[in-house]
């Protein structure tokens, strides 16, 4: 079992609706969890982090954790062309320490259609 | 302007050549990492640095080999004995610890094509 899965896509949304992106993951103890964004042949950009149980929200995006059900969800609120991309979920496994090693999911292509 | 500057952003190079990539950063960071990613997959980790003159192996390491004498600075070599070095190489640096684990943020990337 991969230690991080998303659903590689394309997750096809129009435009103004809103995208839920899911991620799960296998260690039970993961502690921090990270929804990177990256445009083709771009750099991954962090667009949200996630400590706690619960809901986190940016602007447009809110970020949903459930350590139980280890999963961890991003929802992009009125969607936009620009919203285009691969979303990388990565986490931080419990036991790296203080190494910061991050763990990244194959991610899930978003297309905003207008 | 603060940030992570890698270069080159392409780079091509004949098959048996060791290569170097630069990746510095004025951040004021401690944590210093460089990734791979290969076309449609995720990111995979090569080595990391958590200060000056200390790095550790990733899951990937064989093959390449890093520096870190200044805490601004962590370039990457690929070496001939790495099989297959075409990919896209990414340094990240990490921000400040929110209880033990903090934000990665990652440089422009450089595009490696071996021949």
Redesign the interface.
Same mark, same amino acid.
């Given at each position: 079992q991969k230690e991080?899965e998303q659903n =590689?896509g394309p997750l096809s949304v129009p435009e103004g609706a809103i995208a839920s992106l899911n991620c799960t993951y296998s260690d039970r103890v993961s502690? =921090?969890f990270?929804w990177?964004r990256q445009y083709s042949g771009? =750099?991954?950009?962090?667009i949200m982090?996630i400590?706690s149980n619960g809901d986190k929200e940016d602007g447009r995006f809110t970020a949903q954790l459930n350590k139980a059900s280890q999963y961890v969800s991003l929802l992009i609120r009125d969607s936009q062309p620009s919203d285009s991309a691969t979303y990388?979920c990565?986490v931080?496994a419990y036991g =790296?320490?203080?190494?910061?090693?991050?763990i990244?999911?194959?991610?899930t292509t978003l297309q905003v259609k207008p | 302007d603060g940030g992570i500057t890698q270069s080159p952003k392409y780079l091509f190079r004949k098959e048996g050549q060791n290569v170097t990539l630069s990746c510095e950063q004025n951040l004021n960071h401690d944590?210093m990492?460089w990734y791979r990613q290969d076309p449609?997959?995720?990111?995979?980790?090569i080595y990391?640095s958590?200060i000056v003159n200390d790095f550790?192996k990733?899951d990937i390491a064989e093959g390449y080999s890093v520096s870190r004498e200044k805490k601004e600075s962590f370039p990457l070599t690929v070496t001939s004995a790495q099989k297959n070095p075409t990919a896209f190489y990414?340094c990240a640096s990490?921000g400040p610890?929110?209880?033990?684990?903090?934000?990665?943020?990652?440089?422009?990337?450089t595009r490696l094509t071996v021949t």
């Open positions: 991080v =590689s502690q =921090s990270f990177y771009k =750099s991954p950009e962090l982090s400590y990388l990565a931080i =790296s320490g203080n190494t910061g090693k991050l990244f999911g194959q991610g | 944590a990492y449609g997959q995720g990111l995979r980790l990391y958590q550790q990733g990414l990490r610890v929110r209880g033990a684990w903090g934000e990665q943020y990652f440089g422009p990337g």
